[in-house]
């Protein structure tokens, strides 16, 4: 069996959650409201805009157009203030040792992200090398729980969807490799992951050959 590996990257490859959840903690007190722990929980997988929609809507507030359009550009700027900082160290557990494992094996690897940061984490944290294609939040006109973002990375590395496993850590996410027709492992919390074929706490100890028997059990 042949398979090909699409990787959500926040959450799943790198913990950056941690810097989206300062960047909108910021912006929700500048505008005179708090921000959880939690709410930040539901920005997992959800691109700038629609998250930035949730916060206004959490904090009671209405905006126009234009400016939510510098609302989210100055959470940004505090974001990649924070993400240029990044470090290989910051890479989550298993991840490298997986991504090697599979570049190995000749197994083809995809970014599907929903962020349009995607370039800088990757250079950052030293895995660009490993992709052989990238699509992030700069390619897609729809983002997660459409299927838009892995179906792309599919194409790019001329992958059939039956062939393909999506690793997600959003529900979002897990949404749009189903709808997509690809294998999904569940990266996280198992409760908030249905419809994954796989739940997995982080990479560590997974096998190819696991992915493999998951891709073959799943075409039946
Ligand atoms: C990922 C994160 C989300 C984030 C989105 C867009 O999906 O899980 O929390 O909102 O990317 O990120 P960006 O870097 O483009 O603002
Ligand atoms: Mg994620």
Redesign the pocket.
Known sequence: TTIACIFDL??VLVDT?VY?YQAWKKLANSLGFDFSHAQNEQ??????MR?LDKILDWGGIVKSQEEKEELAALK?TW?VDMISRMSASEVLPGSLELLQDLHDRDIKIALG?????SGLILERTNLTHFFDAIVD?NAVTTSKPDPEVFVKGAELLNAAAEDCIVFED?SAGIEAAIAAHMAVVGVGEAANLPGADLFIKDLTGVTVQQLIDLVAKKKG
């Open positions: 926040d959450g959650a989206h920005l997992k997988g959800v691109n700038r998250s940004n974001y992200s929903a962020s349009k940061n939040g959003a």
